[in-house]
């Protein structure tokens, strides 16, 4: 008993539990009426290029929606659309999964995977017995539209690189800083450099840039930072950047459907069209309360340059959400018939429009008016997913109009799930965990690193030794 099991005893147990785990998800998958494919690409620490492919599925065993890792596929150094398709055919004909219900592919916005999206988009649709939802990860989406509203911020957004800087390449200044905010017992003992991989990094260095004491930046920088129009714009994106923020971490929920992240990205850009409305007619700044009481003891030529400046930020940031979420249209007029199947509204009128299409329209009538299934849906406790998944289990009548449902609530709004994978796949094979490297003649399966679960498979844990 205190022998201590072999390195091939470990790493075939491993493997089998890997094995067990994965045919699990393979065989609820191919009993799923719908499932949605979720890809992303990165580098491991032996720099080879790998996609880690995720999938949701309707599970008709325990009523519900569940996502995980289904596998993880080793690519050539630059993959073209085609290639990885075919990375991900043979991963997925390995798991005997067919590609007939399957109903979406998400992928997000780097470099490789954007240049291969059309490719693997057409290669997919040519197997696909059914039209195939293809989405750009709607967080990236959200960081881009961001991103371009920030041109307007160039200069502020140098001054605040600058004095991030000045205290971050000087040790004299640095262990100044340290010292001065452990004696004034700051939460913050440094200053995070800008980077612009992280979504959330410049929203912190603003956040930040509000601890510094001037005698830590030049002469020059401190005098640009006390002209009024530059501190008003700061002040702007100091109660404006966590709101951004929240609303990228919204979109990062478990298990979020695809109306629950259009609902978010279009209450958020209804708000902002709100503000754009509020100060082009009144100059009414009192929706962010530093600001407005910073203006208020300001001049009216301050006032007119720094409401020009936050209302072209915000103008060019709700075009752009509005260019990179145009779907979203298209779901929206499906959502409350998803979400409030008995609400006689308007936008329940126009999905009866679109399900005419479908011959269904009569169905969802018919179904309106079934006392039985109303009495149910409006049950305590009963959400969403479980009354059409109920639906589509028991009620054969309704079965054509419950499987559309089904179809919509399968697909993948963003790559998060594949994000946190490659996360805990670089938090286990690094550089300092030698033995962990690839196996020429096994697949290294991603479910060796993460068991699935219903939600999600990603949790954040600290290193033990």
Same mark, same amino acid.
């Given at each position: 008993?205190?022998?201590?099991?072999?390195? =091939?005893?470990?790493?075939?147990?491993?493997?089998?539990?890997?094995?067990?785990?994965? %045919?699990?998800?393979?065989?609820?998958?191919?009993? #799923?009426?719908?499932?949605?494919?979720?890809?992303?690409?990165?580098?491991?620490?032996?720099?080879?290029?790998?996609?880690?492919i995720?999938?949701?599925?309707?599970d008709?065993?325990?009523?519900?929606?569940c996502?995980?890792?289904?596998?993880?596929?080793?690519?050539?150094?630059?993959?073209?659309?085609?290639?990885?398709?075919?990375?991900?055919?043979?991963?997925?004909?390995?798991? $005997?999964?067919?590609?007939?219900?399957?109903?979406?592919?998400?992928?997000?916005?780097?470099?490789?995977?954007?240049?291969? $999206?059309?490719?693997?988009?057409?290669?997919?649709?040519?197997?696909?017995?059914?039209?195939?939802f293809?989405?750009?990860?709607?967080?990236?989406q959200?960081? &881009?539209a961001?991103?371009?509203?920030m041109?307007?911020?160039?200069?502020?957004?140098?001054?605040?690189?600058?004095?991030?800087?000045?205290v971050?390449?000087?040790?004299?200044?640095?262990?100044?800083?340290?010292?001065?905010?452990?004696?004034?017992?700051?939460?913050?003992?440094?200053?995070? %450099?800008?980077?612009?991989?992280?979504?959330? #990094?410049?929203?912190?260095?603003?956040?930040?840039?509000?601890?510094?004491?001037?005698?830590?930046?030049?002469?020059?920088?401190?005098?640009?930072?006390?002209?009024?129009?530059?501190h008003?714009? &700061?002040?702007?994106?100091?109660?404006?950047?966590?709101?951004?923020?929240?609303?990228?971490?919204?979109?990062?929920?478990?298990?979020?459907?695809?109306?629950?992240? !259009?609902?978010?990205?279009?209450?958020? $850009?209804?708000?902002?069209?709100? !503000?754009?409305?509020?100060?082009?007619?009144e100059?009414?700044?009192?929706?962010f309360?530093e600001? #407005?009481?910073?203006?208020?003891?300001?001049?009216?030529?301050?006032?007119?340059?720094?409401?020009?400046?936050?209302?072209e930020?915000? =103008? !060019?940031?709700?075009?752009?959400?509005?260019?990179h979420?145009?779907?979203?249209?298209?779901f929206?007029?499906?959502?409350?018939?998803?979400?409030?199947?008995?609400? *006689?509204?308007?936008?329940?009128?126009?999905?009866a429009?679109?399900?005419? !299409?479908? %011959? &269904?329209?009569?169905?969802?009538?018919?179904?309106?008016?079934?006392?039985? &299934?109303?009495?149910?849906?409006?049950?305590?406790?009963?959400?969403v997913?479980?009354?059409?998944?109920?639906?589509f289990?028991?009620?054969?009548?309704?079965?054509?109009?419950?499987?559309?449902?089904l179809?919509?609530?399968?697909?993948?709004?963003?790559?998060?799930?594949?994000?946190?994978?490659?996360?805990a796949?670089?938090?286990?094979? *690094?550089?300092? $965990?030698?033995?962990?490297?690839?196996?020429?003649?096994?697949?290294?399966?991603?479910?060796?690193?993460?068991?699935?679960?219903?939600? #999600?498979?990603?949790?954040?844990?600290n290193?033990?030794?």
């Amino acid at each position: 008993r205190d022998i201590p099991l072999s390195n =091939n005893t470990l790493q075939r147990r491993t493997q089998e539990l890997a094995n067990f785990m994965q %045919n699990e998800i393979a065989e609820k998958v191919t009993t #799923s009426p719908f499932y949605s494919l979720c890809l992303d690409e990165s580098l491991d620490i032996t720099r080879n290029s790998k996609v880690i492919i995720c999938v949701r599925y309707f599970d008709c065993d325990r009523h519900c929606f569940c996502e995980g890792v289904l596998c993880l596929a080793t690519l050539c150094d630059r993959p073209t659309g085609k290639h990885i398709f075919e990375s991900v055919k043979t991963r997925l004909d390995e798991c $005997r999964i067919s590609f007939d219900n399957l109903c979406g592919l998400t992928a997000d916005g780097a470099a490789a995977m954007q240049s291969a $999206r059309a490719g693997v988009l057409n290669c997919f649709q040519e197997i696909c017995t059914q039209k195939l939802f293809m989405f750009h990860c709607f967080a990236h989406q959200e960081v &881009l539209a961001s991103k371009a509203s920030m041109k307007t911020m160039d200069e502020v957004e140098s001054i605040v690189k600058k004095s991030i800087n000045a205290v971050n390449t000087s040790s004299i200044n640095k262990g100044r800083f340290a010292a001065l905010y452990k004696m004034d017992s700051e939460r913050h003992k440094v200053l995070l %450099n800008y980077n612009p991989v992280r979504w959330l #990094s410049f929203n912190d260095n603003v956040q930040r840039l509000f601890e510094l004491r001037e005698e830590f930046i030049s002469p020059e920088l401190a005098q640009k930072l006390k002209d009024p129009a530059v501190h008003g714009c &700061l002040l702007f994106l100091k109660e404006f950047l966590p709101r951004l923020a929240s609303v990228n971490l919204e979109l990062q929920k478990r298990q979020p459907t695809i109306f629950d992240s !259009i609902e978010v990205i279009h209450t958020f $850009r209804m708000t902002v069209t709100d !503000i754009v409305q509020h100060l082009q007619e009144e100059r009414d700044f009192t929706v962010f309360n530093e600001l #407005s009481q910073f203006l208020s003891c300001q001049d009216e030529s301050v006032q007119y340059k720094v409401c020009l400046v936050v209302t072209e930020y915000l =103008n !060019i940031l709700s075009e752009d959400l509005e260019n990179h979420f145009s779907e979203g249209n298209f779901f929206r007029q499906y959502a409350t018939f998803m979400t409030d199947p008995f609400n *006689n509204t308007g936008s329940t009128s126009l999905a009866a429009n679109i399900l005419t !299409i479908f %011959n &269904l329209k009569y169905l969802m009538v018919h179904m309106r008016n079934d006392a039985r &299934l109303k009495t149910y849906f409006t049950q305590p406790g009963v959400t969403v997913q479980e009354f059409w998944s109920n639906v589509f289990q028991f009620e054969d009548t309704y079965k054509p109009l419950a499987k559309v449902a089904l179809l919509l609530l399968s697909l993948f709004p963003t790559t998060v799930l594949c994000e946190r994978a490659f996360s805990a796949l670089h938090f286990l094979k *690094n550089k300092y $965990r030698s033995r962990l490297t690839d196996r020429p003649k096994s697949k290294v399966m991603i479910s060796e690193l993460y068991p699935p679960q219903q939600e #999600s498979i990603h949790r954040k844990t600290n290193p033990t030794h």
